[in-house]
């Protein structure tokens, strides 16, 4: 029974999340667009927290950070590519959200941090000026340094493994 509690709440969080984003959207002008994909992912950031369900985590961080970043880009921002730095931003607020807020469990993993990451550092990159080779040499460094890391922890817990005595 609880669970179907859980899940009646979750979808009137949801719905009345949809709801408000539309009915700021047909308000807000040419920011009704950005202003709904905001809105439908603070609504499944809202349904997360009651829930403590990473499957609503990750559509309401990426929604979210879709939203904002394509309001920023209407707003007129140009040092960056305002769309990519939300979208990755989103990602890395999944991570973020999962491992230092929810901690409901096992944290998911690492994986939104290589979407994230990449996103954001090439909606970052015009703050690199005119010589743009050095976006594609930077993330593959990263890469490298990332792939040299899980080697080196799982190598260790080998390691670990094998000196911990049979029972």
């Given at each position: ?28 002008g040419d920011s009704g667009g950005p202003l709904v994909l905001a809105g439908l992912g603070g609504g499944f950031l ?122």
């Amino acid at each position: 029974m609880e669970q179907q509690r859980k899940g009646t709440v979750v979808g009137g969080i949801v719905l009345v999340g949809v709801g408000v984003a539309l009915l700021v959207g047909q308000f807000a002008g040419d920011s009704g667009g950005p202003l709904v994909l905001a809105g439908l992912g603070g609504g499944f950031l809202v349904a997360h927290g009651f829930t403590r369900t990473y499957g609503l985590l990750v559509p309401g961080g990426i929604l979210t950070g879709l939203g904002l970043g394509t309001l920023a880009e209407q707003t007129g921002v140009t040092a960056v590519e305002p769309v990519l730095v939300g979208l990755g931003a989103g990602f890395l607020a999944v991570w973020a959200i999962d491992t230092f807020i929810t901690r409901t469990g096992p944290p998911a993993g690492w994986w939104p941090l290589v979407p994230g990451g990449i996103v954001l550092f090439i909606g970052l990159a015009p703050l690199f000026g005119d010589d743009q080779r050095l976006v594609p040499l930077a993330i593959g460094l990263a890469f490298m340094a990332v792939g040299a890391v899980l080697v080196i922890r799982g190598m260790g817990k080998q390691r670990a493994d094998e000196q911990t005595p049979e029972e």
